[in-house]
């Protein structure tokens, strides 16, 4: 029986984009999980992700979500929500992204404007292939406080100070978590079954925040 590759990572960049060409393909795709597109002053990504990548990118979101609910956080996960601002000539779509400190400034709004919210205190970004736009400039623009990126297989915490982004080991949207445990975690998953890592996860909060 042949064996069928899951099918790769497809990136594609068209140059010289006019803003209200972006702004129709949103609107041609608004409801589907993909493409996701990035803009920034005309250049223009558009990927289609692979199946690793997005099984990496639901386990850390999932992550998220069985911690906060282990720790009675109120959190809102918006997903690959397109957050964009004409103002800046940019927009994007993260992999996953989350309201924690933020939660209940954006609590119920069907549409989120970043001229006026603030943006997700966390972003998911995973990085199969490098991607042809930098991205970290255009969360700093953004106003993006904390970024999880995985690359090589290693998740890494990076937070936010002035128009860049720094590496820390400890994560501010969740702490205890720490980059070291985020990578463990990821790694397990894929040995584990769902429900028993699941339940690793719930086990190893309840003892954070116990301690």
């Known amino acids: 029986m042949a064996t069928i590759a899951p099918p790769a ?14 702004e129709c393909l949103l609107a041609d795709h608004v ?15 558009i990927v289609t992700p692979s199946v690793g990548h997005e099984e990496d990118n639901r386990t850390l979101a999932l992550l998220v ?3 906060a609910m282990e720790w009675s956080i109120d959190i809102r996960d918006v997903g ?7 103002d800046l000539e940019q927009g994007f779509e993260p992999d996953s992204s989350f309201y924690i ?11 989120i404007d970043l001229l006026v919210d603030p943006p997700p205190d966390l972003v998911i970004e995973i990085e199969v292939t490098q991607s042809a736009i930098a991205k970290l400039p255009l969360y ?9 990126r995985l690359r090589d297989d290693r998740v890494k915490v990076l937070r936010l100070a002035g128009s860049g982004y720094y590496e820390t080991a400890t994560s501010a949207a969740l702490p205890p ?27 190893w909060a309840q003892r954070a925040l116990s301690s």
């Open 140 to 148: 700093a623009r953004m106003r993006i406080p904390e970024v999880w």
């Open 9 to 22: 990572e497809q990136r594609i960049v068209l140059h010289d984009i006019a803003w209200e060409t972006y």
């Open 177 to 203: 978590l720490t980059s070291e445990i985020l990578t463990d975690f990821l790694q397990s998953s894929r040995a584990l079954r769902r429900t028993a890592w699941i339940r690793q996860v719930r086990e």
């Open 80 to 86: 690959s929500t397109t957050f964009k601002r004409r």
């Open 65 to 67: 979500e069985e911690i």
């Open 101 to 111: 400190q933020h939660e209940e400034h954006v609590r119920g709004k069907a549409e």
């Open 31 to 45: 409801d589907r999980s993909a493409p996701h597109f990035t803009y920034d002053h005309g250049e223009l990504e």
